[in-house]
């Protein structure tokens, strides 16, 4: 069935350098959709991107959707405390649910 | 988006007993859905509520064991039945955006059995 991956489970940063998730789904998507989940809260949709080979940035935050439309990465330089939690990507399913990668989580070391 | 809230925040309860957690919307939404979230872990689709209609269960997920009513386009409920500490974990709800493609979240309900 229809998968999408993502890694590293884990990443551990020193505040100020750079942070990257990476997803890849199994089959084509239509759109992927990505969402900050903060300690103690719940997702927050971030953004979505729909064409092949888009890139979008929110400030420090750069989004990409490949050429193929399979797989996508969010970038975050220079990390601050604030961008703390974990980072979900999501692809479109039927009867628009979606199905969820495993998240990475932002740690930023002490 | 649209603003939700979900009660109880949460709950601490004996196993073998029940508990409803209720989701309401500020604006009529055609899909809601029920998810659970393991502590550390990604999101798992429990059901998807239609109003008018039955929900429709994931794989692994039954109807006597998390009941779902949505009585209209503005509120829902999911029952977790015959709890054991297995059930233990965050619910959480959440309805299409206006593109119907996004989710937007309930603040989740955190349900620890004993």
């Known amino acids: 069935g229809q998968q999408v991956m993502q890694i590293p489970q884990y990443q551990h940063v020193q505040e100020g350098e750079d942070f990257t998730t990476y997803c890849n789904s199994s089959?084509?998507?239509?759109?992927i959709q990505w969402y900050k989940q903060r300690p103690g809260g719940h997702p927050v949709f971030l953004i979505q991107?729909?064409?092949s080979g888009e890139v979008k940035k929110q400030k420090r935050l750069t989004f990409q959707f490949g050429e193929a439309k399979k797989n996508s990465s969010l970038h975050i330089t220079a990390t601050q405390t604030t961008d703390v939690g974990t980072y979900f990507c999501?692809?479109?399913?039927?009867?628009?649910?979606?199905?969820w990668g495993a998240g990475t989580k932002l740690i930023i070391k002490p | 988006s649209a603003v939700i809230s979900q009660k109880p925040s949460r709950d601490i309860c004996q196993r073998g007993t029940s508990l409803t957690i209720q989701c309401q919307v500020d604006?009529?939404?055609?899909?809601m859905f029920w998810y659970r979230q393991q502590p550390g872990q990604s999101l798992t689709l429990i059901a998807t509520?239609?109003?008018?209609?039955?929900?429709?269960?994931e794989s692994g997920f039954v109807i006597d064991k998390f009941p779902i009513s949505r009585p209209n386009l503005t509120f829902s409920t999911l029952t977790v039945s015959n709890m054991s500490p297995e059930d233990s974990s965050i619910y959480l709800c959440?309805?299409?955006?206006?593109?119907?493609?996004?989710?937007?979240f309930g603040p989740g309900t955190r349900l620890t059995v004993l």
């Open positions: 604006s009529q939404v055609t899909m």
């Open positions: 999501a692809g479109p399913r039927s009867n628009y649910q979606l199905i």
């Open positions: 089959t084509t998507l239509s759109n």
């Open positions: 509520a239609n109003q008018g209609s039955e929900a429709t269960y």
């Open positions: 991107l729909v064409k």
């Open positions: 959440s309805v299409t955006g206006q593109n119907q493609d996004t989710q937007y």
